[in-house]
């Protein structure tokens, strides 16, 4: 059974800041990983999603990276803003799009 | 529409009524997912549709969870006999095609938010 382990839980820096989110996959048989957004009380926003060939997707100041082997992702936030403030899940996608999640980690940037 | 769109949005219900969940999702997107977001159990894969083939279903929880999808298109979740452990937020997601291999981005709605009370 996959499971998905997303390190730190949560997250707290200054604006500015360059910071890294990590997610981790038990099964390496995954077509793909997609990170998400969810704000408080609405739904998920896609960011960015990494094919299994893949090895990094870039969107803005967003970048994701994939080790399917090492079963490990990446989720890179350059020059962090308050805005930027959320909750990031990762989820892997082992078979037509039945995603398997992780905890979140919860994102504050204070300015 | 467009996005995914979820009715309604805010439900409370009494235990041991039924509730019906809407879901429209992106015009044109073949494939409907159903996930639960509870407190303490993250998110969770209930049904799945893709076009006309039968629906996995092995996410839901109980048989008074079901789900159908009319015209390839809206998708009701119904849950019958409602306990206060079915309070959650029911999410829809919606893809061009089957979001695996084919990699399509998967978009979800805003959720329902289903307190039993």
């Known amino acids: 059974k996959q499971e998905v382990t997303q390190i730190p839980a949560a997250l707290s820096v200054p604006e500015g800041e360059n910071l890294v989110l990590n997610c981790s996959f038990t099964d390496s048989a995954i077509y793909n990983l997609q990170w998400f957004r969810q704000d408080p009380g609405k739904g998920l926003t896609s960011l960015l999603l990494?094919?299994?060939?893949?090895r990094e997707q870039t969107s803005g100041r967003l970048n994701a990276s994939l080790d399917k082997s090492s079963g490990r992702s990446t989720l890179y936030i350059a020059a962090s803003q308050p805005g930027d403030s959320a909750t990031y899940l990762c989820?892997?996608?082992?078979?037509?799009?039945?995603?398997?999640f992780g905890q979140g980690t919860i994102l504050t940037v204070h300015p | 529409g467009a996005g995914v769109s979820q009715s309604p949005s805010n439900k409370v219900t009494e235990k041991g009524k039924d509730v019906e969940l809407r879901c429209d999702p992106i015009?044109?997107?073949?494939?409907l997912y159903w996930y639960r977001q509870s407190l303490g159990q993250g998110l969770e894969f209930l049904i799945y549709f893709q076009g006309n083939s039968a629906p996995d279903k092995s996410g839901l929880p109980s048989d008074r969870f079901s789900a159908e999808r009319t015209g390839g298109s809206v998708s009701t979740l119904t849950i019958q006999r409602t306990q206060q452990e079915d309070s959650a937020v029911y999410l829809c997601?919606?893809?061009?095609?089957?979001?695996?291999?084919?990699?399509?981005?998967?978009?979800f709605g805003e959720g329902s938010w289903l307190t039993v009370v």
């Open positions: 015009s044109g997107h073949t494939a």
């Open positions: 989820a892997v996608n082992g078979s037509y799009g039945k995603l398997t």
């Open positions: 997601a919606s893809s061009l095609g089957p979001g695996g291999h084919s990699g399509n981005t998967i978009y």
């Open positions: 990494i094919q299994s060939s893949q």
